[in-house]
């Protein structure tokens, strides 16, 4: 039905359409009169009365397609759209307007859309041979009326959320796909990873993009988070990756040889504070994860600042484990980012700093366990007292001596090293929070959780994009993301109109 109602006239289109969702009554007269008598046939209702309401759903959606076929105002506009971009894509010839094409838009309660719609593409006209450029997945043209509608990759904008939402939800493929079947959504593995890569891939584009752009202008006027307390870390994860030998011949189960290298995708976490201290419920965190070298996160992270307008937050917070790459980059960072030195708190996580007071207990054998563990909670509470680290520091010196006396004085040298990072007395006194454990968390949940279980090697590219998509998912901005999407922004380029999910909802 699908295909004739694409080739009727608008008034015999809303009739044919109507006589449809009017067939639906039988089917709803079927589904009342099922019997029920008991918690078994009940589910079985609630699943059929499920299903026809889908129907009836993509059967609505589907007129709206159809309508904006026929009307000319949208098909006017999505033509200057697509010539738009064929343009900002360096496209010099002419965009011709060629024969309407088939194509399929899988609705997103199960239903495959068939239809002809207009198609343009760059002139080949005085072109000799076969076109120069790689062909892309829907080829070297566009669908103007559905790219309008935001209908790409062959999905409308719902059944991409869905999709990207389950593939980085779930712990595996097929529990993404036996989520959607049970939505009515029957996919393949290849549809579910084209799809959701080719959404992460675009965000991903886009904010490259943008923090280029911050990174190369003015620091901007307007701040998300002016006048706040805003907390950063940084940390890495695990997760690995499989490349394989394309040059080398298949084996005998015909596969070719691949390596499977670990990576580490590195997390970057931005949230606001209370005067408390604590996470301010009504700001959603920035979750950001990169597979780039130190150089390229640390570079991304001062865009973010920047693209957030965090030189006019009211203090920002440091944290971080003792990782070098971190702290050999964190000055940098505070002038590409533009903040003020003076409201800036670095930060040695409280945790990792009582582990090299415990590493160097260990070097001390003439200590029992009991000991050790006692002298360690002992000097663990000096760390808390003003002054606390020099105090630590001279106990430490006077067990450095003898053979162990090599093992104490590197960590002893590591803790002088960030003598201004372990003020914490001061922090505490003034709420300011002196553990990372909200990046060690996000690892877990971002990264561990999905992205490194066993046996589970991963295509770089599949990796960065799907990374990403988590990080929103995660950090409650999963609606914020695909609105992005549609939007061809970046979601941090239009923060007034970006509804959020609470990010203890989203994890």
Known sequence: MSALLSHLPAP?????????????????????????????????????????????????????????????????????????????????????????????????????????????????????????????????????????????????PLTRSKISRQ???????????????????????????????????????????????????????????AGKRVRVSVDGGRSRTRNTHTERRKKKNGRRAFEVPWREPRLITIDVLTDEGKLDPESPPIYEADLGNADQVFALLAGLLRLIGAHKAREIVFVSDGADWIWDRVDRLVVRAGLDPERVCKILDFYHASEHVSDALKACKNLSDKERKAKHKALCRTLLQPDGIDQVIRELSELARGRRGKRVNKEIRYLKKHVAHMQYAAWKASNVPIGSGVVESAIRRVINLRFKAASTFWREDHLAALLYLRCALKAGRWDALIIAHLRDQHWLTQPDSQPHTPASEAA
């Not at 067939?23 to 046939?41: I, R």
């Not at 011709?96 to 593409?121: C, F, H, I, W």
């Not at 959701?196 to 752009?213: C, H, I, P």
């Open 12 to 156: 015999a289109m809303a009739s044919a359409l109507e006589e449809a969702l009017a067939s639906f009554d039988d089917d709803m007269l079927t589904v009342l009169n099922t019997p029920v008598t008991n918690g078994e046939e009940f589910l079985c209702f609630e699943q059929a009365a499920a299903a026809l309401g889908r129907e009836v759903s993509d059967r609505l959606v589907e007129a709206k397609i159809l309508e904006a076929h026929v009307d000319r105002s949208t098909r006017r506009v999505a033509a200057k759209e697509a010539r738009a971009r064929f343009r900002k894509a360096g496209e010099t010839q002419r965009i011709d307007n060629m024969e309407p094409r088939p194509a399929s838009v899988r609705l997103s309660g199960g239903q495959v859309l068939r239809l002809k719609t207009p198609y343009y593409r760059p002139s080949r006209k005085g072109l000799v041979g076969r076109p120069r450029t790689k062909r892309g997945p829907d080829g070297t043209g566009c669908y103007p009326v559905l790219e309008r509608l935001g209908i790409r990759d062959g999905v409308t």
């Open 167 to 225: 593939i980085v939800q779930c712990g595996s493929y097929a529990e993404a796909l036996d989520q959607l079947r049970s939505d009515g959504l029957e996919l393949d593995v290849s549809t579910l990873v084209r799809v959701a890569v080719a959404t992460g891939s675009a965000a991903l584009e886009r904010r490259d993009a943008e923090v280029a752009r911050a990174l190369a202008e003015p620091l901007p006027e307007q701040s998300l988070v």
